[in-house]
C-alpha cells in the first residue's frame, strides 16, 4: 500500500481541492478510498473519493482525480477513525457514477489505514439519521451532503469549551552574501604627442672690410691662404626618463537599499455552518 498521507490532491481541472489525510484499504493492504481533508467539513472529516482512477504523482507527492471539485465538495464525508460498510461504499460509488463497483461484493471491507482504532460501523438507522441516504438505500436525496450532518462523538455540556488548535505559517525574513558580478581593473598605456617650445642657439661668421687697420702685410703677401673659422650650433636631444603619475586606489564599499518582499503565508481559521430549523418565534 502506498503512503499517500499529506500528498496534494488536484480535480480534473487542475485545482488543488485539498490534501490526504486517511486512506481506507482493504485487509490485503489494496486502497478503496483516500479521504481529503478540504476546509470544507468540521473538524476530523474526510471527503471520500474512490481510489479506481487516481494517478498518483510520487516526485511531486500529487494525486490527481478524475472529478470536478464541486462533485468532491459534495461527496460523503466520514470520520477519521470510522470503518466503511457496504452502504456507505455502494452509496460513495454511485455519488462518483461507478455503479456495480465495491468491495463488499468480492469479499473485501475497506478500513481505514492511518493508525487509529477504527470506529464501529454505520447501521441503517445511523445512515437514515446522517441524511446521506434516501429511504430506498439507491443514492442520495437530492442536494444532500453524505454523512456531514451526523453528530459528533459526545455532547457539549453547559458551560464547557471546546478548544480548536489553529495554525499559521510565519515568514522570517533572513539574508545570506551572494556575488552579483565583478569589476575589473586593467593597465593600458596609451601615446600622446607634447609639443614644447625650445631655444637653440648656433654660431656665424660676420665678415666685413675695414679701411687701414693695424695689422699689416708680412712675408705672406700676395700668397693665397684659407683661413677656417669653426661654428656651432645647439640641437635637440630628447631623453625620456620614467616618473610617477599617481596611484589608483580600489576599495570595496557596501551600500544599503530598501527593498519589500512579498510571500504568501497560510492561516487556518474556523467556519460556523449553523443547521437549526428552530424558528425564533417560538
Known amino acids: ?9 488536484y480535480d480534473r481541472n487542475d485545482h488543488k481541492v485539498g490534501t490526504v489525510e486517511n486512506i481506507w484499504a482493504s485487509p490485503d493492504e489494496e486502497i478503496g478510498f483516500i479521504g ?25 507527492h500529487v494525486v490527481r ?4 471539485e464541486d462533485l468532491i465538495k459534495e461527496s460523503p464525508s466520514f470520520e477519521s477513525a470510522q470503518e466503511l460498510g457496504e ?38 438507522e445511523d445512515t437514515r ?3 446521506g441516504f434516501s429511504d430506498q438505500d439507491t443514492g442520495y436525496a437530492e442536494g444532500a451532503r453524505g454523512f456531514t450532518d451526523q453528530p459528533t462523538e459526545g455532547t457539549l455540556r453547559d458551560d464547557e469549551t471546546i478548544e480548536i488548535p489553529l495554525a ?16 575589473r581593473l586593467r593597465k593600458i598605456v596609451r601615446t ?5 617650445p625650445v631655444e637653440l642657439r648656433h654660431e656665424d661668421v660676420v665678415v666685413e672690410r675695414v679701411s687701414g687697420g693695424t695689422v699689416q702685410p708680412g712675408d705672406k703677401a700676395f700668397v693665397e691662404d684659407s683661413i677656417t673659422i669653426p661654428i656651432s650650433e645647439e640641437e ?15 576599495r570595496k564599499v557596501s551600500e544599503t537599499e530598501q527593498k519589500t518582499i512579498s510571500e504568501e503565508v497560510r492561516k487556518e481559521d474556523v467556519e460556523v455552518e449553523r443547521d437549526d430549523s428552530r424558528s425564533p418565534y417560538k
Open 1 to 9: 500500500m502506498k503512503d499517500l498521507f499529506d500528498y496534494d490532491v
Open 36 to 60: 481529503i481533508s478540504t476546509g470544507w467539513l468540521g473538524l476530523g472529516k474526510n471527503h471520500l473519493i474512490p481510489a479506481d482512477d487516481i494517478t498518483v504523482d510520487e516526485e511531486d
Open 65 to 68: 482525480v478524475p472529478y470536478d
Open 87 to 124: 452502504r456507505a461504499e455502494s452509496n460513495t460509488y454511485a455519488h462518483y457514477g461507478l455503479t456495480g463497483k465495491h468491495g463488499w461484493a468480492e469479499g473485501k471491507g475497506y478500513s481505514e489505514s492511518t493508525g487509529f482504532s477504527p470506529g464501529p460501523e454505520f447501521t441503517d
Open 129 to 131: 439519521y446522517a441524511k
Open 168 to 183: 499559521q505559517e510565519k515568514v522570517h525574513v533572513g539574508k545570506r552574501d551572494k556575488e552579483h558580478g565583478e569589476v
Open 192 to 196: 600622446e604627442t607634447i609639443n614644447q
Open 236 to 250: 635637440v636631444v630628447i631623453d625620456k626618463t620614467i616618473e610617477s603619475a599617481g596611484t589608483v586606489k580600489a
